[in-house]
């Protein structure tokens, strides 16, 4: 019969303490990788997201999905093309891109495709390593509130998208180049 020994106090605190600075040190060079991409708002993201899971930083909903979000469906009061494509534009402003337009930046070459799926991979890498600095984190979200507003913001981009979608089927109809 093989006896099993739990570790004693002193290696549990050397255990807890080397853990705790690799994954500083992992943090810290992650933040820097990320920090040489050009897309910074993705590395605040991914930094601030303990103090978003605290609600003490919340994500502010654009007027534009605000508005979206109280009639998706409504005809726009001046329904011309030019109306239109501005009220578009300003959707795409603030959720990025539809799916059916070309990615501005997109580098055919295997080597712009590697850096890119390198620098998704480092800012994947930081979110996790920031999401999990938080014990609990599903129930402090809970407790704050920070789960709640998270639902504000995505169903304020799902009304937006819809709009879009919406507003887009006009222009069409109307034969808008």
Same mark, same amino acid.
């Given at each position: 019969m093989k006896i099993i020994s739990?570790?004693?106090?002193?290696?549990?605190?050397f255990a807890m303490r080397y853990l705790f600075t690799r994954s500083v040190v992992a943090v810290l060079a992650l933040m820097l990788s990320a920090c040489?991409?050009?897309?910074?708002?993705?590395v605040a993201d991914a930094v601030t997201s303990p103090l978003s899971d605290l609600n003490l930083i919340q994500t502010k909903i654009p007027?534009? #999905?605000?508005? &979206?979000?109280?009639?998706?469906?409504? @005809?726009?009061?001046?329904a011309t093309c030019t109306a239109l494509v501005a009220e578009i534009g300003e959707l795409d402003t603030v959720l990025g891109l539809d799916i059916d337009a070309p990615a501005p930046d997109s580098d055919p070459s295997l080597i712009g495709?590697?850096?890119?799926?390198?620098?998704?991979?480092?800012v994947s890498a930081?979110?996790?390593?920031?999401?999990?600095?938080?014990?609990?984190?599903?129930?402090?979200?809970? #407790?704050?509130? &920070?789960?709640?507003?998270?639902?504000? @913001?995505?169903?304020?981009?799902v009304a937006g998208t819809v709009r879009r979608a919406f507003l887009k089927g006009l222009k069409i109809s109307k034969q808008c180049t």
């Open positions: 739990l570790p004693n106090e002193k290696e549990n605190c040489a991409s050009n897309d910074q708002t993705l007027p534009v #999905l605000l508005e &979206a979000q109280k009639q998706p469906y409504a @005809v726009p009061v001046e495709q590697g850096a890119n799926e390198a620098k998704n991979a480092a930081l979110q996790g390593t920031a999401g999990n600095i938080l014990p609990f984190r599903g129930w402090l979200r809970r #407790l704050s509130g &920070a789960e709640r507003h998270s639902r504000k @913001v995505a169903s304020a981009i």
